[in-house]
Protein backbone atom coordinates (compact mmCIF):
# COMPACT_ATOMS: atom_id res chain seq x y z
CA UNK A 1 0.00 0.00 0.00
CA UNK A 2 1.07 3.81 -0.80
CA UNK A 3 -0.17 6.66 -0.06
CA UNK A 4 0.10 10.35 -0.54
CA UNK A 5 1.37 13.77 1.59
CA UNK A 6 -0.69 16.54 -0.62
CA UNK A 7 -0.21 20.23 0.36
CA UNK A 8 -2.77 22.57 -0.32
CA UNK A 9 -2.26 26.45 -1.50
CA UNK A 10 -0.76 26.38 -4.78
CA UNK A 11 -1.11 22.97 -5.39
CA UNK A 12 -5.05 22.07 -4.39
CA UNK A 13 -6.37 25.62 -4.27
CA UNK A 14 -4.72 28.66 -6.13
CA UNK A 15 -3.12 31.57 -3.93
CA UNK A 16 -5.35 34.77 -5.19
CA UNK A 17 -8.99 33.36 -4.72
CA UNK A 18 -8.46 29.94 -2.77
CA UNK A 19 -10.65 28.04 -5.29
CA UNK A 20 -10.11 24.77 -6.91
CA UNK A 21 -7.45 23.83 -9.03
CA UNK A 22 -7.82 22.38 -12.62
CA UNK A 23 -7.60 18.73 -11.64
CA UNK A 24 -7.62 19.02 -7.96
CA UNK A 25 -11.37 18.08 -6.82
CA UNK A 26 -10.97 14.80 -9.21
CA UNK A 27 -7.84 13.94 -8.74
CA UNK A 28 -8.67 13.38 -5.07
CA UNK A 29 -11.88 11.33 -6.28
CA UNK A 30 -9.77 9.33 -7.81
CA UNK A 31 -7.36 8.57 -5.00
CA UNK A 32 -10.81 7.59 -3.28
CA UNK A 33 -11.99 5.51 -5.56
CA UNK A 34 -8.61 3.72 -5.54
CA UNK A 35 -8.52 3.43 -1.79
CA UNK A 36 -5.35 5.30 -1.54
CA UNK A 37 -4.49 6.61 1.54
CA UNK A 38 -3.90 10.28 1.48
CA UNK A 39 -3.33 13.43 4.04
CA UNK A 40 -3.87 17.15 2.84
CA UNK A 41 -0.68 18.73 4.47
CA UNK A 42 -0.70 22.58 4.89
CA UNK A 43 0.82 25.24 7.18
CA UNK A 44 -2.25 26.99 7.06
CA UNK A 45 -2.27 29.44 10.16
CA UNK A 46 -4.71 32.29 8.80
CA UNK A 47 -8.18 30.66 9.38
CA UNK A 48 -9.04 28.02 12.40
CA UNK A 49 -8.58 24.29 11.75
CA UNK A 50 -11.71 23.28 11.47
CA UNK A 51 -13.16 26.47 9.94
CA UNK A 52 -10.73 25.64 6.88
CA UNK A 53 -11.37 21.66 6.91
CA UNK A 54 -15.28 22.68 6.15
CA UNK A 55 -14.14 25.72 3.60
CA UNK A 56 -12.27 23.05 1.81
CA UNK A 57 -15.29 20.25 1.76
CA UNK A 58 -17.83 23.02 0.80
CA UNK A 59 -15.38 23.17 -2.40
CA UNK A 60 -16.43 19.42 -2.97
CA UNK A 61 -12.85 18.51 -1.87
CA UNK A 62 -13.31 14.89 -0.41
CA UNK A 63 -10.92 13.56 2.20
CA UNK A 64 -10.36 12.63 5.65
CA UNK A 65 -7.15 13.14 7.12
CA UNK A 66 -5.68 16.90 7.82
CA UNK A 67 -3.01 18.28 9.39
CA UNK A 68 -1.87 21.72 9.88
CA UNK A 69 0.65 23.37 12.36
CA UNK A 70 -2.38 25.14 14.48
CA UNK A 71 -3.29 21.44 15.85
CA UNK A 72 0.04 20.53 17.34
CA UNK A 73 1.44 24.61 18.31
CA UNK A 74 0.79 23.13 22.15
CA UNK A 75 3.31 21.07 21.91
CA UNK A 76 5.65 23.76 21.58
CA UNK A 77 5.15 26.97 22.82
CA UNK A 78 5.90 28.32 26.33
CA UNK A 79 3.60 30.85 27.83
CA UNK A 80 3.53 33.65 27.88
CA UNK A 81 3.84 34.53 23.95
CA UNK A 82 5.02 36.89 22.03
CA UNK A 83 3.18 36.14 18.19
CA UNK A 84 4.02 38.47 15.24
CA UNK A 85 2.43 37.64 11.65
CA UNK A 86 -0.79 38.76 9.83
CA UNK A 87 -4.46 39.83 11.38
CA UNK A 88 -5.55 36.84 11.27
CA UNK A 89 -2.83 34.83 12.78
CA UNK A 90 -2.45 36.87 15.65
CA UNK A 91 -6.31 36.56 15.93
CA UNK A 92 -5.45 33.08 16.50
CA UNK A 93 -3.18 33.12 19.10
CA UNK A 94 -5.32 35.16 21.82
CA UNK A 95 -6.17 31.84 22.79
CA UNK A 96 -3.08 31.58 24.75
CA UNK A 97 -1.05 34.48 27.19
CA UNK A 98 0.43 37.00 25.23
CA UNK A 99 3.20 39.41 26.68
CA UNK A 100 5.39 41.54 24.70
CA UNK A 101 7.10 42.49 27.04
CA UNK A 102 8.82 39.53 28.92
CA UNK A 103 8.03 36.58 26.59
CA UNK A 104 8.79 32.83 27.13
CA UNK A 105 8.31 32.14 23.43
CA UNK A 106 8.17 33.97 20.49
CA UNK A 107 5.91 32.87 17.95
CA UNK A 108 6.36 33.85 14.01
CA UNK A 109 3.98 33.33 11.62
CA UNK A 110 4.05 34.60 7.74
CA UNK A 111 4.16 38.31 7.07
CA UNK A 112 5.25 40.90 5.09
CA UNK A 113 7.15 42.17 7.93
CA UNK A 114 8.06 46.07 8.14
CA UNK A 115 11.36 47.01 9.61
CA UNK A 116 10.61 48.05 12.64
CA UNK A 117 8.52 44.60 13.29
CA UNK A 118 11.93 43.03 12.85
CA UNK A 119 13.48 45.12 15.12
CA UNK A 120 10.59 44.44 17.90
CA UNK A 121 11.26 40.45 17.21
CA UNK A 122 14.83 41.03 17.33
CA UNK A 123 14.89 42.98 20.46
CA UNK A 124 12.70 39.92 22.04
CA UNK A 125 15.12 37.26 20.90
CA UNK A 126 17.90 38.66 22.39
CA UNK A 127 16.86 38.53 25.85
CA UNK A 128 15.63 34.20 26.98
CA UNK A 129 13.18 33.60 25.09
CA UNK A 130 12.90 30.67 22.58
CA UNK A 131 11.68 31.32 18.46
CA UNK A 132 9.20 29.00 16.96
CA UNK A 133 8.50 29.52 13.16
CA UNK A 134 4.74 28.15 12.35
CA UNK A 135 6.70 26.83 9.26
CA UNK A 136 9.14 26.97 6.78
CA UNK A 137 8.10 28.37 3.44
CA UNK A 138 10.38 28.85 0.90
CA UNK A 139 8.83 31.71 -0.88
CA UNK A 140 5.40 33.80 -0.14
CA UNK A 141 2.71 34.29 -3.09
CA UNK A 142 0.71 37.19 -3.47
CA UNK A 143 -1.20 38.83 -6.11
CA UNK A 144 0.90 36.99 -8.53
CA UNK A 145 4.17 38.54 -6.62
CA UNK A 146 7.06 36.38 -4.29
CA UNK A 147 8.38 37.04 -1.43
CA UNK A 148 10.66 35.65 0.99
CA UNK A 149 8.60 32.72 2.69
CA UNK A 150 9.09 32.51 6.55
CA UNK A 151 11.92 30.06 6.48
CA UNK A 152 13.89 32.64 4.83
CA UNK A 153 12.44 35.05 7.66
CA UNK A 154 14.03 32.43 10.45
CA UNK A 155 17.25 32.05 9.13
CA UNK A 156 17.09 36.15 8.78
CA UNK A 157 16.52 36.17 12.44
CA UNK A 158 19.25 33.40 13.11
CA UNK A 159 21.54 34.77 11.61
CA UNK A 160 20.85 38.53 13.06
CA UNK A 161 20.56 37.36 16.90
CA UNK A 162 22.12 33.57 16.77
CA UNK A 163 19.51 32.33 18.13
CA UNK A 164 18.04 29.15 16.65
CA UNK A 165 14.15 28.14 16.09
CA UNK A 166 12.43 25.36 16.17
CA UNK A 167 9.70 24.95 13.54
CA UNK A 168 6.05 23.62 14.08
CA UNK A 169 4.69 22.84 10.58
CA UNK A 170 6.41 21.73 7.26
CA UNK A 171 8.71 20.69 6.49
CA UNK A 172 9.49 19.89 10.33
CA UNK A 173 10.24 16.17 10.68
CA UNK A 174 8.08 15.75 13.64
CA UNK A 175 5.06 17.49 11.58
CA UNK A 176 6.14 14.83 9.11
CA UNK A 177 6.07 12.33 11.07
CA UNK A 178 2.96 12.66 12.95
CA UNK A 179 1.29 12.59 9.33
CA UNK A 180 2.96 9.28 8.73
CA UNK A 181 1.50 8.18 11.64
CA UNK A 182 -1.70 8.54 10.62
CA UNK A 183 -1.60 7.31 7.12
CA UNK A 184 -0.05 4.45 8.98
CA UNK A 185 3.16 3.73 6.22
CA UNK A 186 6.78 4.26 6.43
CA UNK A 187 8.51 7.54 4.08
CA UNK A 188 9.33 5.02 1.61
CA UNK A 189 5.71 4.12 0.64
CA UNK A 190 4.68 7.78 0.63
CA UNK A 191 4.39 10.46 -2.25
CA UNK A 192 4.41 13.96 -1.66
CA UNK A 193 2.65 16.67 -3.79
CA UNK A 194 3.69 20.18 -3.61
CA UNK A 195 4.35 23.59 -5.40
CA UNK A 196 7.20 23.62 -2.57
CA UNK A 197 10.07 22.49 -4.20
CA UNK A 198 12.60 24.03 -1.03
CA UNK A 199 10.18 24.02 1.72
CA UNK A 200 8.58 20.98 0.85
CA UNK A 201 9.89 18.30 -1.48
CA UNK A 202 13.42 18.01 -0.70
CA UNK A 203 13.25 18.02 2.72
CA UNK A 204 10.85 15.43 2.10
CA UNK A 205 12.88 13.45 -0.65
CA UNK A 206 15.87 13.33 2.12
CA UNK A 207 13.19 11.62 4.56
CA UNK A 208 12.80 8.65 2.03
CA UNK A 209 9.79 9.81 0.32
CA UNK A 210 8.97 10.67 -3.74
CA UNK A 211 8.68 14.12 -4.22
CA UNK A 212 6.13 15.62 -7.43
CA UNK A 213 6.10 19.16 -8.12
CA UNK A 214 3.19 21.15 -9.28
CA UNK A 215 3.90 24.35 -11.32
CA UNK A 216 0.87 25.60 -10.39
CA UNK A 217 1.77 27.85 -7.24
CA UNK A 218 5.31 29.32 -6.23
CA UNK A 219 7.48 28.02 -8.94
CA UNK A 220 5.94 28.98 -12.33
CA UNK A 221 8.86 27.51 -14.76
CA UNK A 222 11.11 24.52 -14.90
CA UNK A 223 13.80 27.22 -15.44
CA UNK A 224 13.58 27.91 -11.86
CA UNK A 225 14.48 24.89 -10.31
CA UNK A 226 17.74 24.43 -9.33
CA UNK A 227 17.25 20.82 -7.43
CA UNK A 228 15.32 18.16 -9.46
CA UNK A 229 12.07 16.13 -7.60
CA UNK A 230 11.23 13.10 -8.98
CA UNK A 231 8.40 14.52 -10.84
CA UNK A 232 7.18 18.07 -12.50
CA UNK A 233 3.85 18.52 -13.90
CA UNK A 234 1.86 21.86 -14.53
CA UNK A 235 -0.93 21.00 -12.54
CA UNK A 236 -3.02 18.13 -10.76
CA UNK A 237 -4.78 17.42 -13.64
CA UNK A 238 -1.96 16.82 -16.09
CA UNK A 239 -0.99 14.71 -13.01
CA UNK A 240 -3.56 12.60 -12.78
CA UNK A 241 -3.77 12.25 -16.90
CA UNK A 242 -0.27 10.96 -16.36
CA UNK A 243 -1.76 7.88 -15.01
CA UNK A 244 1.88 7.56 -13.10
CA UNK A 245 0.23 8.27 -9.67
CA UNK A 246 -1.60 4.94 -9.53
CA UNK A 247 2.37 3.61 -9.66
CA UNK A 248 3.39 6.16 -6.80
Same mark, same amino acid.
Given at each position: ?????????????????????????????????????? @?????????????????????????????????? +????????????????????????????????????????????????? @???????????????????????????????????????????????????????????? @????????????????????????????????? +??????????????????????????????????
Amino acid at each position: MRGFFIDIQGTLIDDKDFLPLPGAIDFLDALNKENIPF @ILLTNNTKRDSVEFINYLKSLGFNFRNYLDPLMV +LDEYIKTPIAPFGNEKFLKLMQKYEIDYKNPKSVVVGLKLFSNEEFADI @IELLLKDTKLIGMHKTSLYSKNNRRYPGLGAVLEMLKYATSKDYEVVGKPSSNFFNRAKE @ILGLDYDKITIISDDLYGDLIPAKNLGMKSVLV +LSGKIKSKNEIKQNPDEIYTNLKEYLESGKWKKS
